[in-house]
């Protein structure tokens, strides 16, 4: 069994920041690449941003410069800094993570979080 929990979330004025944290726990061999999705009202989820592994980072354009990426494999935590916020950021945003759960899988399983509450007013 594998939980992924964010935090951080809330309320927050334009230009604002926010960081967000996710943190798995359960039954763990390894986590291979970690995301941060959201989905705003009425719209599709989306990839926000994306790191690997091996710390290759990946953002989405609408944040790309704004948003930051990164994770703590001995905590298995990944994080999100968001600085200068829009109101168009205002999203539920939601964690991911790729895992393999046990030493000889083949397979690795997408995991997602309950997702966090990101408001920011204009």
């Known amino acids: 069994q594998v939980q992924l929990v964010e935090s951080g979330g809330g309320l927050v004025q334009a230009g604002g920041s926010l960081r967000l944290s996710c943190a798995a726990s359960g039954t763990i061999f390894t986590i291979d690449a970690m995301a941060w999705y959201r989905q705003a009202p009425g719209k599709q989820r989306e990839l926000v941003a994306g790191?690997?592994?091996?710390?290759?980072?990946n953002y989405a354009d609408s944040v790309k410069g704004r948003f930051t990426i990164s994770r703590d494999n001995a905590k298995n935590t990944v994080y999100l800094q968001m600085n200068s916020l829009k109101p168009e950021d205002t999203a539920v945003y939601y964690c991911?993570?790729?895992?393999?759960?046990?030493?000889?899988?083949?397979?690795?399983?997408?995991?997602w979080g309950q997702g966090t509450q990101v408001t920011v007013s204009s």
């Open positions: 790191i690997t592994s091996s710390v290759t980072t």
């Open positions: 991911n993570a790729n895992i393999k759960q046990f030493m000889h899988s083949t397979v690795a399983y997408d995991y």
